[in-house]
């Protein structure tokens, strides 16, 4: 079963246009959803996190929207630059218990110069 | 160290070989996770501790894979008679505390061949 499903699998972004990626997840009780950026050869880092209180979250070029009648949340990459490709992971988890992260499948951003 | 150290970075295996996967968490973190990182796609939890304590095992494989944790810091992954499908990237994550998002290391690339 599938928890948390992300789309696009791949995204292809000319450079300073907007990178939009989004996922679903079917858990009620999860109440925290964090993006990864994942560079080859390396572990996933946190960009950014969002809990079910707010609906937008901003930290400079990053912007999550969540909508949580809808069980859905995307990430918005503004003013896109090659630094941005990279793998994309969203996730979610139960913040203030014992909890797994659980990860979408991931997308893999290209900007173009 | 500053960060998540695991070793080694790259291990290959032959079919049925036992392997001993390492992580260094960072210092005065409590939760350390492993997770399963197949070629193009997103990790998945394998275990989870706090401090010494395994809490939960539930996304262990099988019974090949064992993991332990003596002294609540550094922790081992060990797996028995590897198989083919063993093969991925093998991550190690460590927070101050559980449900946040937390810092993984780079990886063990292991190949069974």
């Known amino acids: 079963q599938q928890q948390v499903k992300q789309s696009p699998q791949s995204l292809i972004v000319q450079k300073g246009g907007i990178s939009i990626i989004n996922c679903a997840y079917e858990?009620?009780?999860?109440?925290?959803f964090p993006w990864y950026q994942q560079f080859p050869g390396k572990g996933p880092a946190l960009l950014i996190a969002i809990r079910p209180d707010v609906s937008e979250k901003k930290e400079g070029r990053f912007t999550i929207s969540f909508n949580k009648s809808a069980k859905q949340f995307s990430l918005h990459i503004m003013d896109s630059q090659p630094g941005d490709s990279a793998t994309y992971f969203c996730a979610a988890s139960m913040y203030s218990s014992a909890s797994k992260i659980i990860f979408g499948s991931g997308t893999r951003l290209s900007i173009r110069p | 160290g500053a960060g998540v150290s695991q070793s080694p970075r790259y291990k290959v295996a032959k079919r049925g070989q036992d392997v001993a996967l390492r992580c260094d968490p960072i210092s005065g973190h409590v939760s350390l996770f492993w997770y399963q990182q197949a070629l193009g796609q997103g990790p998945e939890f394998l275990t989870y501790?706090?401090?010494?304590?395994?809490?939960?095992k539930s996304g262990l494989p099988s019974d090949r894979f064992f993991a332990e944790r003596p002294e609540g810091s550094v922790s081992t992954l060990k797996i028995q008679r590897t198989q083919q499908e063993d093969s991925a990237v093998y991550l190690c994550?460590?927070?101050?505390?559980?449900?946040?998002?937390?810092?993984f290391g780079s990886g063990t690339r292991l190949t069974v061949v």
């Open positions: 858990n009620t009780a999860f109440d925290y």
């Open positions: 994550a460590s927070s101050l505390r559980t449900g946040k998002g937390y810092t």
């Open positions: 501790f706090q401090n010494e304590a395994q809490l939960d």
